[in-house]
Nanobody, 122 residues
Framework: QVQLVESGGGLVQAGGSLRLSCAASGRTFSSYALAWFRQAPGKEREFVATISWNGGSTYYADSVKGRFTISRDNIKNTGVLQMNSLKPEDTAVYYC???????????????WGQGTQVTVSS
């Protein structure tokens, strides 16, 4: 089992950067793919990025490609989402999640963090 805790959210101006972290507990963290999803008020939760268990594969939503970078450190049991060139439409609660499958389908993710708020002002 894996427990996930996000941090690093906050308020930033458009064009700025934020670095989200996902701290995982549990000795099997390296067995799981890790993903970031986000949910804005009144909208469905959407996929942002995912990284395979060994970091060898990454996938991004088109809306964040070229601006966001997902990474992980299996020694430190940590995942990171580096967000650059932020836009007001990136405003949302961001969640990290873990799954045995590297997928964009949120239904495949068994473990979720509590979320961290990201607000981008124009």
């Amino acid at each position: 089992q894996v427990q996930l805790v996000e941090s690093g959210g906050g308020l930033v101006q458009a064009g700025g950067s934020l670095r989200l972290s996902c701290a995982a507990s549990g000795r099997t963290f390296s067995s799981y793919a890790l993903a970031w999803f986000r949910q804005a008020p009144g909208k469905e939760r959407e996929f942002v990025a995912t990284i395979s268990w060994n970091g060898g594969s990454t996938y991004y939503a088109d809306s964040v490609k070229g601006r966001f970078t997902i990474s992980r450190d299996n020694i430190k049991n940590t995942g990171v989402l580096q967000m650059n060139s932020l836009k007001p439409e990136d405003t949302a609660v961001y969640y990290c999640a873990a799954s045995y499958t590297t997928t964009q389908d949120s239904n495949e993710y068994d473990y979720w963090g509590q979320g961290t708020q990201v607000t981008v002002s124009s």
